[in-house]
């Protein structure tokens, strides 16, 4: 069966230091992979994905993820965080294969930025 | 673009009645998806449609759950008799191919807060 893992419920980080979002993934297949992120109150946004070529994505707000197809991981990172990136965080797979667009997403991990 | 549509945005409403979520997806998508979101379960596919079809509704908890796309510009979800437990924020995405291929984005509106008391 496919998966999508978030392996932390929550990750917190000072405001100015990078920071990584967990994910892996278990799909019988080459996937199509993608964040999304949830602010308070508000519908999930697009942030990045991956579909072909270069491994490391770069996204909206300074974002990007790296596809590691050995690891079957897509990490998403950002190099300085800020207090503002404090939300909830979704990795999402859809199998190349499929003949639609849904997608399967992880469980969530709320990202804490504390200035 | 005004992106995905929902209404109502909150919802208040007694166990028993009858429940209606509207979605406008964004112009040009023939897909569109229903979910729900809630503490204990998170983000949950109800059910999807393509070119107004539904395709899989293996997510629709029960059968007090119903959803209709009757043209391309239109989804409602319906829960009759409503329940406490029902109560959650209901999500409405849309999406496209990208030259025929299921490359693209899903785009979320911003949900619909239903309360059941």
Redesign the interface.
Known sequence: AQSVAQPEDQVNVAEGNPLTVKCTYSVSGNP?L?W?VQYPN?????LL?Y?TGDNLVKGSYGFEAEFNKSQTSFHLKKPSALVSDSALY?CAV?LRS??????I?G??TTLQVKP | DAG?IQSPRHEVTEMGQEVTLRCKPISGHN?L?WYRQTMMR??E?LI?F?NNVP??DSGMPEDRFSAKMPNASFSTLKIQPSEPRDSAVY?C?S?S?SRGR??????????TRLTVL
């Open positions: 199509y993608f999304y508000r519908g999930l946004q697009f994905k579909i979704f859809r499929s003949n639609t667009g849904k997608l997403f469980q969530g | 995905v897909s998806f998170g983000l596919l999807y393509n395709i899989d999500f995405a999406s191919p299921w490359t693209d984005t899903q785009y979320f509106g911003p949900g």
